[in-house]
């Protein structure tokens, strides 16, 4: 069941929302050659505990971190590690879900290493223009996949695939909610989007094909081609004057803040 989240319940979410979006303005320097994932990691751990936040993936299923960070051929799901120390020219993903007075936020966002590839630099560009796409389709009485099939008609038209074993997903008091969102499909299909409906969108794009598998350690999920893969990812929240995108600083009261 797709809950409907009341002003008080939203409010909370925003909250949630800033810190996230504050954390990864605040880390950009901080992803830089030499540094750790795992050190990356524990700053991000200890940002969220300044902003009085609680980390929703640290004993997810027995998972010890604050984050995900996923670096190269890496989609989603990478496990910050003391051994994984970044160089020039790395795609790093970092993905947090956090909430503040008992709502969620989750967000994650594509840093680059230096100077990055040409390809990378497409790559990037595509996943983030495909959230937009994917979040403009976030209005009363769309239909669900309107929302996946705008992510899915941008990623392919740049020749890029699309990622079809993991989804976003609704968000609340709960990481998880109810309803999983595709990066594909065919548009007016699924549940009829309604007015305080909060959604966590997020393309998980591919340079090559979309298969992928998971890695021993259980977690780290990666291209079956070791291609490159992009992962962004924003909450948001239906309003009755469009999508609210509640993990941006720039984010527009009411009124949405995507433009296409």
């Given at each position: 069941m797709i809950t409907i989240k009341n002003k008080s319940s939203k409010r909370k979410m925003e909250e949630a929302g800033l810190v996230l979006a504050r954390l990864f303005e605040d880390i950009k320097p901080l992803v830089c050659e030499g540094m750790s994932t795992l050190e990356l990691n524990n700053w991000i751990d200890s940002q969220l505990q300044a902003g009085g936040?609680?980390?929703k993936t640290k004993g997810y299923h027995g998972y010890r971190h604050a984050s995900c960070i996923s670096v190269n051929?890496?989609?989603?799901?990478?496990?910050?590690?003391?051994?994984k120390v970044l160089k020039k020219g790395d795609l790093v993903k970092i993905d947090v879900c956090a909430s503040k007075y008992g709502y969620c936020a989750d967000m994650a966002r594509a840093f680059f290493v230096g100077t990055p590839?040409?390809?990378a630099q497409k790559l990037v560009d595509v996943a983030n223009k495909a959230l937009d796409k994917g979040i403009a389709q976030a209005l009363p009485g769309k239909r669900l996949s309107d929302i996946s099939a705008a992510i899915q008609k941008e990623v392919e038209s740049h020749g890029f695939g699309v990622v079809r074993d993991f989804a976003g997903h609704g968000i609340g008091k709960q990481m998880h909610e109810d309803p999983e969102i595709l990066n594909y499909g065919l548009p007016g299909e699924g549940p009829v989007l309604r007015v305080g409906?909060?959604?966590?969108?997020?393309p998980?794009?591919?340079?090559?094909?979309?298969?992928?598998y998971i890695t021993e350690d259980g977690w780290t999920v990666k291209t079956e081609d070791k291609s490159l893969a992009a992962h962004v990812e924003d909450t948001v929240a239906i309003?009755?004057?469009g999508p609210k995108i509640l993990t941006r600083?720039?984010?527009?009261?009411d009124k949405g803040n995507v433009t296409l």
């Open positions: 936040m609680q980390s051929d890496e989609v989603v799901h990478g496990v910050p590690s003391a051994h590839s040409d390809i409906m909060t959604f966590a969108i997020e998980m794009i591919t340079q090559g094909g979309y298969s992928v309003t009755e004057n600083l720039n984010r527009d009261s």
